[in-house]
């Protein structure tokens, strides 16, 4: 018998509006208010825009990459998908998409984790918590994340819709607060030698970079849940783009209203810097709703960090490229529970066990290789193998937004440090050895010449 294609199991319940407040979402969350001062640290004055600019160029092209593989294959779990056909579902795709439900093992729920211990930290600006009282909370936030998901799609596309609202308003009354105290002497206070273009300057928007590329990541959610888009070959593309668009002004605004309250000499210090910027224009009390309101962002990003990735086991489940028990579906309310749960649970362990310091360089180490420059190269190998009519949306001035996009990710592969390079290319590894070692256990490719009599885990 064979398995319906998740196109069947799963519910087409998101438009155009819902892929925008998903991806924004997940854009937006306790990244940009923990990395301010990480970025001003590493360029050493106002110059720090130049990474905000240099993460949002970076985002839309490899977007632009995301945005033609996820219109030609809407499928669910995105990149599962896309380097499975790609590279061959009988040959080097096999490997290439395990390598990718790998690393998501690993760091998913510890994207989710490190959301959730980042939220813990900030509600000490509110409340004095102990260590082991953080623990408790970043646990508590996944369980309800669990709780909150686990409904049908239509019904987490009207929740998703409501957190967009609390995110948009809170960036913007920033902006404002920001815009109607400005003072330009203070935002554009450069030191000496703030652009004497040095090694030591691009190193530093190398590291800069990092911290601000970890905060747009989140454009390319909606392609995990591509199965569950209504007219995916438009709403796709289009939500990508507009969500990088629109989150890019938002944070530069963001970042130069800052800049013009709080002296960047202070703000880089400062570990609640939204707070005290508010604090600093409206008094505690604002500073208490700010903290709130941020605290609210972080909340709308896990939300649809666990929902997306969730789908991603599920995916090569239905391939029979991992455990079937992630294939069950939900008999009433259509979701995959039980690949929702299992990640849950991981995502909780790891917001009990774990510290922030030094994830998000781990993150984006581990990502880098097997997701983002597999699929620029992806997307050229499949410019050249499929025939235009197969591509319903067809990147602006390719293959050049391909090219540099991969380029740019090896630059920030590098710039993450020796530790985290060899961190990464460890995982891989490990990874690679597991596959050979199940494949050559279920004589599958490359110890097999055919698929035929292949076996599901």
């Known amino acids: 018998m064979s398995i319906p294609l998740p196109s069947e199991k799963l519910e087409r319940g998101l438009g155009l509006t819902e892929a925008i407040a998903l991806n924004m979402n997940a854009m937006v969350g306790i990244g940009p208010f923990i990395v301010i001062p990480l970025v001003i640290q590493s360029m050493g004055g106002p110059q720090c825009l130049l990474a905000w600019v240099a993460g949002a160029v970076l985002s839309l092209l490899d977007g632009l990459v995301w945005a033609e593989l996820g219109a030609a294959m809407p499928r669910a779990g995105g990149t599962y998908a896309f380097l499975r056909e790609i590279y061959g579902p009988g040959r080097g795709g096999r490997l290439m998409s395990f390598l990718y439900i790998w690393q998501t093992l690993i760091q998913a729920p510890l994207v989710v984790a490190s959301g959730a211990i980042g939220f813990s930290q900030y509600l000490t600006y509110l409340v004095p918590l102990g260590k082991y009282q953080q623990k408790a909370i970043s646990g508590a936030l996944v369980v309800f994340l669990i709780v909150l998901l686990y409904r049908r799609i239509s019904a987490v596309g009207m929740i998703s819709k409501f957190l967009w609202i609390g995110v948009m308003g809170t960036m913007l009354w920033i902006i404002w607060g920001g815009a109607t105290h400005f003072s330009a002497k203070m935002a554009f206070d450069f030191p000496p030698g703030a652009w004497n273009w040095s090694l030591l300057f691009f190193a530093g ?25 209504r007219e995916p070959e438009r709403n796709i ?45 409206y008094g505690p009390r604002a500073a208490a709703f700010a903290t709130i309101m941020i605290l609210w962002i972080a909340f709308s990003s896990l939300f649809t960090t666990l929902l997306s990735y969730s789908r991603v086991p599920f995916a090569a489940a239905e391939d029979g490229n991992f455990f079937a028990v992630f294939a069950r579906v939900h008999p009433k309310k259509h979701f995959p529970h039980v690949s929702l749960l ?26 880098l290789i097997v997701q983002f420059i597999s699929q620029g190269v992806g997307v050229i190998i499949l410019r050249r193998r499929w025939p235009p009519e197969r591509l319903p949306f067809k990147m602006w001035l390719y293959p050049w ?8 990710w090896a630059s920030l592969f590098y710039s993450t440090g020796w530790k985290f390079v ?17 494949a050559r256990y279920r004589r599958i490719w490359p110890f097999a010449s055919s698929e035929v009599g292949e076996a599901h885990p």
């Not at 601000?212 to 390319?220: E, N, P, R, V």
């Not at 937004?401 to 740019?408: C, K, N, R, T, Y």
Request: proline letters at 2%; hydrophobic letters at 55%.
């Open 237 to 281: 593309p289009r939500s990508i783009l507009l969500s990088i668009a629109g989150i890019a002004v938002l944070y530069l605004a963001m970042q130069t209203s800052i800049l013009g309250v709080v002296p960047w000499r202070e703000a880089q210090h400062s570990q609640y810097i939204v707070s005290a910027f508010v604090e600093r224009l």
């Open 422 to 438: 060899l961190g990464g290319l460890g995982v891989i590894a490990l990874g690679i050895l597991t596959y050979m070692i199940q």
């Open 205 to 229: 928007l190398g590291s800069a970079t990092v911290n601000t590329i970890y905060s747009y990541l989140g454009y390319y959610h909606i392609c995990n849940l591509a199965a569950e888009v």
């Open 342 to 367: 299992l990640l849950g649970a991981a995502s909780l362990v790891f917001s009990v066990l774990f510290r922030l310091t030094s994830v998000i360089k781990a993150i984006i180490a581990v990502r």
């Open 401 to 408: 937004p391909a090219v540099l996009a991969i380029l740019g």
